[in-house]
């Protein structure tokens, strides 16, 4: 049991970092034999020597913080109002039926058709990019929060009845904890989203941050900054992700993964 | 202590076009047990929804006294509550204080001293079960109502559980329907058995049970009980 638990923690570090082990010698040989032409990818060594260049000019740091900043705000946002709009839309059937086309319209809509007006409203900058991923990550949590409301077991209702569970206690108490683990997946798979519109935002309506830093280094093609940003956004998203799978260990939460 | 009664005249009930129950009568005196047997269908759950008050029936009058919780045939267990968490509901009146004393108490009762802190998911099909009837008595509702509380439990857990509702109920009498297919379970424990008809369902047949608590299984009185209700649900050997 105990042998079977490190061993299985070993797998988890040592198979991925095979993997990546692997495409980095990939990576490494093709440039090396001349498979892969400097014109199309940058050599491992043009890759860390941009980065050492971004680093030190702490540009790479600023343009980090930058994203993180606005993936922070834009989620906190689209979190901070999507759960309890789900909530209401999977408990009031007129707010259901006045705002569920509004908001499948605007998850159809692509984010990025908004850029125009965010960049006419807002301006170039922090402010449209954070309305970018609002307006991309609150119609899908919303949507999903709704969704797993729908599905709670009508027997947590009739408990609840029989329980006193009314009103704000009902939805606090039961509806609320009933969706928990599926709105942890709501939370990632919203995260994730994030990421995507921060970069695409990014490129077309800010002035820094890792998107921008690829579109600046697109510009000036130097291929090698473009693969910095890229790292960057691909380490970060994976991290952020791994964050948020820390909560399906809670016990309020676990019971969802368990049964 | 104050259990509660049930009144029901006439009393119809439909689902759109599909009637399920039919002008169905019955009287339960307070600390009275009945039983309810019937086909699968027939409108058992569908007759506890409305003694419950979750369903309002088509047609006909149903009175009721006192406070009633259900035990339900899924499971009614919140999976986010601890064993502790889900006794606790069943008090919200109380302060932390009693209400910790309380649920140690019921929790002693239901036999799991011990798995205070486990989450239902962790728990067995029998324990789990333990649990909910836990959570129904905690705190002294009137009405205990109880949709085959035992089904998904093997024969002699079942038998188990019997002595265990006897126990918490000599503890805490008060007025118990139970729906069950197990006519041995309903004929051991109730003080009346009801037959339901095929759906549209009426009560069909009605047999009061005056044998001394505790009974056995294999009692005399509860064996000739449970041929009557197989004879009159049409079993012949
Ligand atoms: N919510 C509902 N909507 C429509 N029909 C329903 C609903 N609930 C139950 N029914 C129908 O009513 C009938 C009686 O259902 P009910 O659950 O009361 O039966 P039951 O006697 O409890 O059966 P079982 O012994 O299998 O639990 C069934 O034929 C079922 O199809
Ligand atoms: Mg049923």
């Known amino acids: 049991m105990d042998t079977k638990h490190i061993r299985n923690s070993i797998n988890s570090w040592l198979y991925p970092s095979l993997t990546f082990g692997t495409l980095l010698l990939i990576w490494w040989l093709a440039s090396a034999r001349g498979y892969l032409s400097e014109q199309f990818f940058p050599t491992p060594a043009a890759f860390v020597t941009g980065f050492r260049e971004e680093f030190a000019s702490g540009s790479l740091l600023r343009d980090t913080l930058a994203s993180l900043s606005r993936v922070a705000a834009g989620y906190a946002l689209s979190v901070a109002a999507g759960v309890p709009l789900g909530m209401i839309l999977g408990t009031v059937l007129g707010a259901r039926l006045a705002l569920l086309p509004l908001l499948n319209f605007l998850r159809s809509l692509s984010p990025l058709a908004w850029i125009p007006f965010a960049i006419f409203w807002i301006g170039i900058g922090h402010g449209a990019v954070i309305f970018l991923i609002v307006i991309a990550a609150l119609p899908t949590i919303a949507l999903s929060t709704m969704a797993a409301v729908a599905g709670i077991p009508k027997v947590y209702f009739r408990v609840a009845q029989d329980y006193d569970l009314k009103g704000i206690h009902r939805l606090t108490r039961v509806i609320f904890p009933a969706i928990l683990p599926q709105l942890v997946t709501t939370l990632r798979v919203a995260m994730g989203l994030c990421w995507l519109v921060m970069v695409a935002g990014e490129m077309l309506a800010g002035n820094t941050g890792l998107g921008y830093l690829i579109h600046d280094a697109n510009n000036g093609l130097r291929l090698d900054l473009i693969v910095v940003g890229m790292v960057m956004i691909g380490l970060l998203g994976m991290l952020c992700d791994r964050l948020l799978m820390f909560l399906t260990r809670l016990p309020g939460i676990r019971w969802g993964y368990d049964r | ?237």
């Open chain 2, 1 to 237: 202590m104050s259990t509660g009664s049930i009144s029901i005249k006439g009393l119809s009930h439909s689902y759109g076009a599909t009637a399920v129950l039919k002008d169905i009568h019955l009287d339960v005196s307070p600390g009275e047990f009945v039983a309810i047997v019937g086909p699968s269908g027939s409108g058992k759950s569908t007759l506890l929804s409305l003694l419950s008050g979750y369903l309002k029936p088509t047609s006909g009058v149903l009175e009721r006294t006192g406070t009633t919780r259900t035990v339900h045939q899924a499971d009614g267990l919140y999976p986010w509550l601890t064993v502790e968490g889900n006794l606790a509901l069943g008090l919200p009146k109380l302060d932390a204080a009693s209400k910790r004393r309380a649920v140690s108490d019921m929790v002693g009762r239901i036999g799991l001293t011990g798995f205070e802190k486990a989450f239902p998911h962790a728990l067995s099909g029998g324990m789990r079960q333990r649990v909910e009837i836990g959570r129904a008595l905690c705190g002294g509702t009137d009405v205990l109502m109880l949709d085959e509380p035992f089904s998904a439990l093997d024969y002699l857990t079942r038998l188990k559980m019997r002595g265990e509702l006897c126990r918490l109920l000599e503890d805490q009498p008060r007025t118990v329907i139970l729906v069950t297919h197990d006519i041995e379970e309903a004929t051991q424990l109730a003080d009346r058995v009801l037959v339901l008809s095929e759906r549209p369902a009426s009560i069909v047949y009605e047999l009061k049970i005056d044998v001394p608590r505790p009974r056995d299984v294999t009692a005399p009185g509860v064996v000739d009980a449970t041929k009557a209700v197989l004879k009159a649900m049409g079993y012949e050997p």
